[in-house]
């Protein structure tokens, strides 16, 4: 396995600093992307220790409830899942066929899906790259890797988990404190018979040490050292306690709780003498995240203390038969029923009849085939660049399929609640040859104008968002965190949390009511709440486009997006005409489809639909082969 053990408990107050000093701006906005939801934590070995932290963190930041669970367990989640529910992956290189197979699982039922690695390059990022599985923050870890056990990759993951749901400043000042209590617990436990060892464990956690104790157990049983068993104070007071009568076999018992807990301390007393020996662990009076993290710290140094001089947790001989459990691929040995592709899953609601669903997806898979498309009109943010990697600018496989088709003569435009800079992220993107040929309609359509324009002034901002502004601010009904942005027609309130979404949008809607201002909308995006005027809208994109090109709006332009569902900020360009989605669709049959493969979604979707257009002479059609695998994939969810 390469590395002793103890060297690598050496490097955790270095691999503490390394995590605190990476950039986590990519999956602090990846979580609070999904805050409204609840999160599927996915990991396997010590990667469910850090997946059980991520479920608890964002359980008490956004109130969502929320589940740790192994690759395993993906595969019996249900497909509305991903109506409340978003997955997070978790594995240090992202290599094991379990992570692989969860991250297809979660696609396969359109579970919006966030990862963290500490490899920049991984079978794992290949999949996310390739299909859109997954959107990811991947490191690159200094150490090389881990020995057997998870140690350092799982403390750096703890500890960028911790900074993505935190104040900066709150973590910043705390880890002096938790590398500090980890090297004098590390001391005193390192003593001459600290740790009375033996074949059995019996951990126990308050209401903190939760995350120690589930590690604990783990390196225990993986490095052969000890039986364990996990239980809370309480738990282990209901009949769990009568395995300590009777004893054929000594039991170490080992407690986490934070300082002066009086149930830990009661429960303690009232253990019979001849149990065994105690370990009690006083975790440090820092924040709970803190502390919890301290816990494994703790466990991994009682780990080495119990495996002694002579026997080392972190090279040990594993036998033929564990390296061929290891290698079993479940994703062919568990038996599973695949969800409904998404073409049909999508359109369903309560009391629907498949067999019709799937008919009126062919009708509209025929109009599709037969148009002749001029223009193409889509939105950006989900649909040209990953939601998460927005600053990333448009997708690089996006830039070449847009470039072929404008110089075939198809004109493009893209509708979206940006603003102006967007043009200059697109002439960086974009051969200037192309550029005559595009359109753009900022802040939610009021402000169009051409790629070419060299100049461009956004409209002052209508005074009415600056009342509506006020007015959310007055009534408390927007955080003072939020800092409102009016531009154009469109009020954009970015950074509302997900619980306070719903609110905030009920309460624009009484604004709109009591003033009778007419027209006005409220949009949802991934990453913001846009409120727009009676004078915006994506629409306007569409007319102004196809009133200068002479163009039938219902029939030669193509729409793409991704919010395509009421209350999306795509619903009403998408809700027209003929469009398609990346990601969620309006549920009238008539409108809007999602007819991506199985395993594509979000950017590589986009590239999908358009690698499978062929242009010619100014006009875009769909390959037979697209709808082909259309109608496949149509009649694939009758089985």
């Given at each position: ?36 939801r609840?999160?599927l934590?996915?990991g396997?070995?010590?990667s ?13 930041v ?9 690759p395993l ?24 066929l379990d992570?692989l ?6 696609r396969?039922?359109?579970c919006?899906t ?19 599985a997954?959107?990811l923050a ?16 799982l ?12 104040v ?21 436990i ?5 740790v009375?060892r ?15 104790a589930?590690?604990?157990e ?8 000890a039986?364990?068993?996990?239980c ?17 076999e000594?039991?170490?018992v080992v407690?986490?709780c934070?300082e002066?807990?009086?149930?830990a ?12 020996p ?14 919890e993290?301290a ?27 564990g ?14 029923v695949?969800?409904?592709?998404p073409?049909?899953l999508?359109k369903q ?15 509209y898979?025929?109009r ?18 990953d ?6 600018g448009i ?6 399929e ?19 800079k967007?043009?200059t ?5 974009l ?12 802040y ?23 009342e509506?502004a ?7 009904a ?24 719903v ?17 006005w ?46 209350g ?8 027209e ?22 395993m ?10 358009l ?8 006009e ?10 259309a109608?496949?994939?149509v ?5």
């Open positions: 396995m390469g590395k002793r053990f103890i060297d690598e408990l050496q490097q955790l107050p270095a691999t503490i600093q390394w995590a605190a000093e990476q950039d986590i701006a990519l999956l602090r906005r990846a979580i609070q992307l999904y805050g409204d609840g999160l934590a996915v396997s070995g010590g469910f220790t850090a997946a059980a932290f991520a479920a608890d963190q964002h359980f008490r956004h109130g969502r409830p929320s589940q740790a669970i192994t367990d993906v595969f019996q989640v249900p497909s509305n899942a991903a109506t409340n529910a978003a997955g997070l992956l978790l594995s240090a290189e992202g290599k094991n992570i197979a969860a991250a297809k699982q979660l396969l039922r359109a919006p966030i990862g963290l690695t500490l490899r920049s390059s991984s079978p794992l990022v290949e999949l996310s790259e390739k299909t859109g997954a959107s991947a490191y690159d870890m200094p150490w090389g890797k881990d020995g057997y056990l998870a140690t350092n990759s403390v750096a993951t703890l500890v960028l988990l911790w900074r993505a749901y935190a900066d400043s709150d973590v910043t000042s705390e880890l002096p404190l938790l590398v500090d209590w980890y090297q004098r617990f590390r001391s005193r390192d003593q001459a018979g600290a009375k033996s074949r059995r464990a019996l951990i126990l956690y308050g209401s903190i040490g939760r995350l120690g589930i590690d604990l783990s390196k225990l049983t993986e490095g052969a050292l039986f364990g068993q996990v809370n104070f309480r738990q282990f007071a209901h009949g769990r306690h009568l395995q300590l009568s009777n004893l054929t000594p039991v170490t407690s986490f934070t002066d807990d009086p149930l301390a009661e429960t303690i007393r009232l253990l019979p003498a001849e149990a065994g105690i370990l009690e662990v006083a975790l440090p009076r820092i924040s709970d995240a803190g502390a993290i816990s494994v710290l703790a466990g991994m140094a009682i780990t080495q203390a119990w495996a002694g001089e002579h026997i080392d947790p972190g090279q040990p001989v594993v036998p033929q038969f390296r061929d459990l290891y290698a079993l691929d479940v994703s062919i040995l568990v038996p599973h695949l969800p409904q592709t073409a049909v999508r609601v309560s009391g629907d009849n498949p067999e019709v669903l799937i008919e009126h997806a062919r009708c898979i025929k599709l085939q037969a148009a002749r498309f001029r223009l193409l009109v889509c939105d950006f943010d989900g649909t040209f660049c939601t998460v990697k927005r600053f990333e997708d690089s496989g996006i830039t070449s847009l470039t072929r088709l404008a110089r075939s003569g198809v004109h493009l435009a893209i509708a979206t609640g940006r603003g102006i967007l043009r992220v697109l002439q960086n993107k051969p200037a040859d192309v550029w005559h040929m595009v359109t753009m309609g900022c939610t359509g009021s402000c169009i104008f051409n790629l070419t324009d060299s100049h461009v002034i956004a409209p002052p901002a209508d005074p009415r968002l600056k509506l006020q007015w959310l601010h007055k009534t408390r927007l955080s003072t965190k939020v800092d409102p942005s009016a531009d154009a027609g469109q009020l954009s309130l970015r950074g509302v949390s997900g619980s306070d979404k609110r905030l949008i009920a309460a624009v809607n009484e604004w709109v009511a009591r003033e009778g201002s007419e027209g909308r409220a949009f949802i995006s991934g990453h913001s709440i846009d409120v727009v005027t009676e004078k915006a809208g994506k629409l306007f994109v569409v007319k102004a486009v196809c009133s200068r090109l002479g163009l039938n709006p219902l029939t030669q332009v193509l729409r793409m997006g991704d919010g395509g569902d009421f999306g900020n795509d619903y009403e360009l998408l809700s005409g003929l469009a398609l989605s990346v990601d969620a669709v309006p549920p009238g049959v008539n409108q809007c489809w999602n007819l991506l493969p199985r594509l979604s979000g950017v590589r979707g986009t590239e999908y639909y690698k499978n257009l062929e242009s010619a002479d100014g875009a059609r769909f390959s037979a082969e697209f709808s082909d695998q109608k496949y994939s009649r694939e969810s009758l089985g």
